[in-house]
């Protein structure tokens, strides 16, 4: 699998070396302070980069006012990166996800990773969150 080969050279810039898929085949690291990053590797060999960014809250007012505020900040960031917002499959959280082409080569999931946590850096500094 190129993919998991190319994600390794990656990593392996980023000071991650020997990191071993789970059972279920995905991959985790620790960023920032502990948030984990879990990487998907497709049976076609595109990688899916993905993070919890919130727990939705129960109550269906605060539930639609976070869910409004993430989707506005959504489309602001539409135009110009790569990261797409989705629900957990409980739809209990939100969560990010970004995608990296089957051939793109370990430079190209280098630079992908790197865009991917600052895109969770950035929705974790929005207002997204309701601090903002």
């Not at 050279?9 to 302070?33: I, M, N, Q």
């Not at 629900?87 to 959280?93: E, G, I, W």
């Not at 990296?100 to 992908?112: H, K, Q």
């Not at 865009?115 to 500094?125: H, P």
Request: charged share 25%; hydrophobic share 45%.
């Amino acid at each position: 699998m190129q993919a998991a080969k190319d994600l390794s050279r990656a990593l392996e810039k980023f000071g991650v070396v020997g990191l071993k898929p789970r059972a279920d085949g995905r991959f985790s690291l620790s960023h920032d302070g502990g948030r984990r990053i879990d990487i998907h590797p497709l049976p076609d060999g595109r990688l899916v980069f993905e993070v919890h960014l919130v727990d939705l809250p129960e109550a269906d007012a605060a539930r639609v006012a976070l869910l409004e505020r993430a989707l506005h900040f959504s489309t602001t960031r539409l135009p110009v990166c790569h990261d797409i917002l989705c629900l957990s499959p409980d739809t209990d959280s939100l969560l990010l996800q970004s995608e990296v082409p089957a051939r793109a080569g370990p430079v190209a999931v280098e630079r992908a990773l790197e865009r991917f946590l600052n895109a969770a850096d950035a929705w974790s500094m929005e207002h997204v969150r309701g601090t903002g």
